[in-house]
């Protein structure tokens, strides 16, 4: 269910107006009624059945399609409603439908949001018959990465893909698929990494000018620090004062299981803590596209009235956004070089929702001379989505398409918005290699763009 609003004039086809997204009325009693949910996913799918524009883009869409072309009357009331949750259980609420393909989006009459449909189904389903236990649980990633911390070889060794032993056990009692590689755990995190600050550089285009506050996201401070640690280098070069700044996860994990008041509790919590920086005159910075995407879009829709989460949505750049927006404003410090080898950028899904343009290609290309080639497609993965032995299959399908694409670019490094994304792609593209071939280089764009300045 989604706060009404009916534009006069929204009776136009095609969204020939600017798209918005309704707030989510997540605190109303109704927002839970599954046969209230059940009804408006039947109307939504049936729009989406007439429409079909959406069939590329991941399997929710043709597996609506298929049970409705293979059902008894070839329409949706062929469909049993059942069925539906094999539908809302393939999306990855990635938002690609909402943001490049549907022509019905509000303020359309039809005021038409599939992810967030899908989103009300499950928090419904969640409060009737309970979240599934092992998804909440990986979804708890800062307890996950605290906990793994002073034991990091250890974790790291036990979820080894040669670990067959340790993987099956997985497999049989938490349901994580043997196949899939986990992120590494890091007994120096991005926090101990940055703890004492780095100097800007004085002779940075920047200096004196800009201060950015690093949000790092869970699973830069637990999984990938170094990315931090290049996102920080590459801005003190530029003259810009940094901080580390990252209070806690931003509940995208609980965003994608249903769980919409712990999402808000935790944006109350983080916007509390990161408005004193802005008022200082901080830019906060995020180094993941989720958590991007959570910050600006999705809280705003969550918390409308929290003033706090509007400042900090307005206040927040993703590190490639901000790179982009430094090099227009100031200029960029000497000295960059090309990679070697090219790069292949895997747009991810979260940052193309964030409707902020292709701005990781941009700051690639502000290296003079590099080979950046772009795949546009989605991954598959969606968090513990491309994990779990019941969706994996699923995240390989989706994702198959986006990793030939990489191995036909045949650069030396892959990179993505997204970490997981780009791990997942990886994997795909050594999977289907033929025998000998090279697996690219896995990297974040900041991580390529502080090599250049041989910083890291």
């Not at 927002?31 to 939504?44: K, N, S």
């Amino acid at each position: 269910m989604t706060d009404a609003a009916n534009p006069s004039d929204a009776r136009r086809e095609g969204s020939l107006d600017a798209p918005f997204r309704h707030a989510l009325a997540w605190r109303a009693p109704e927002f839970y009624d599954l046969a209230a949910v059940e009804a408006e996913m039947e109307r939504v799918f049936d729009i989406c059945h007439g429409c079909r524009r959406c069939f590329n883009l991941c399997d929710a869409f043709p597996k609506l399609f298929d049970l409705i072309d293979n059902g008894p009357t070839g329409e949706l009331d062929g469909v049993d409603k059942a069925d539906y949750a094999k539908v809302a259980d393939a999306c990855t609420l990635c938002d690609m439908c909402f943001m490049t393909k549907c022509p019905y989006v509000p303020p359309h009459e039809f005021n038409l949001d599939f992810p967030h449909v899908i989103l009300r189904q499950r928090a419904a389903r969640r409060k009737a018959d309970g979240g599934e236990f092992v998804r909440e649980q990986l979804g708890e990633t800062d307890r996950n990465g605290k906990l793994a911390k002073p034991v990091a070889g250890l974790a790291n060794w036990a979820t080894r893909l040669d670990n067959k032993p340790v993987r099956r056990l997985m497999e049989t009692v938490a349901g994580i698929d043997r196949t899939a590689e986990l992120p590494r755990y890091h007994s120096r995190t991005a926090g101990d990494r940055l703890r004492r600050p780095t100097p800007p550089d004085p002779a940075g285009p920047a200096f004196g000018l800009r201060k950015a506050a690093i949000y790092a996201t869970c699973f830069v401070d637990y999984n990938a620090p170094e990315t931090a640690v290049a996102a920080v280098a590459v801005l003190a070069k530029q003259g810009v004062e940094t901080r580390f700044a990252y209070p806690e996860c931003c509940g995208m994990p609980q965003l994608e299981a249903g769980d919409i008041a712990e999402v808000a509790r935790r944006a109350e919590r983080v916007s509390a803590e990161l408005l004193p920086l802005i008022e200082q005159g901080y830019d906060i910075v995020t180094l993941t596209a989720s958590c991007g995407l959570m910050m600006k879009f999705e809280w705003p829709l969550i918390l409308p009235e929290n003033e706090a989460v509007k400042r900090l949505a307005a206040a927040t750049r993703d590190i490639s956004q901000y790179v982009v927006e430094l090099s227009k404003a100031h200029g960029l410090a000497p000295g960059l070089t090309p990679p070697e080898g090219g790069v292949t950028l895997h747009q991810a899904c979260h940052a193309r929702a964030q409707n902020m343009g292709p701005v990781s290609a941009q700051m690639l290309r502000l290296i003079p001379g590099a080979k950046v080639d772009v795949v546009e497609r989605c991954s598959g993965h969606g968090g513990a989505f491309g994990v779990m032995k019941h969706t994996r299959p699923m995240a390989v399908k989706v994702g198959r398409p986006a990793a030939r694409q990489v191995a036909a670019k045949g650069a030396a490094t892959l990179c993505s918005d997204c970490p997981l994304a780009c791990k997942h792609l990886g994997q795909l593209v050594e999977m289907d290699a033929s025998p000998g071939a090279a697996r690219p280089r896995e990297a974040h764009p900041i991580e390529v763009f502080a090599r250049a300045y041989g910083l890291v």
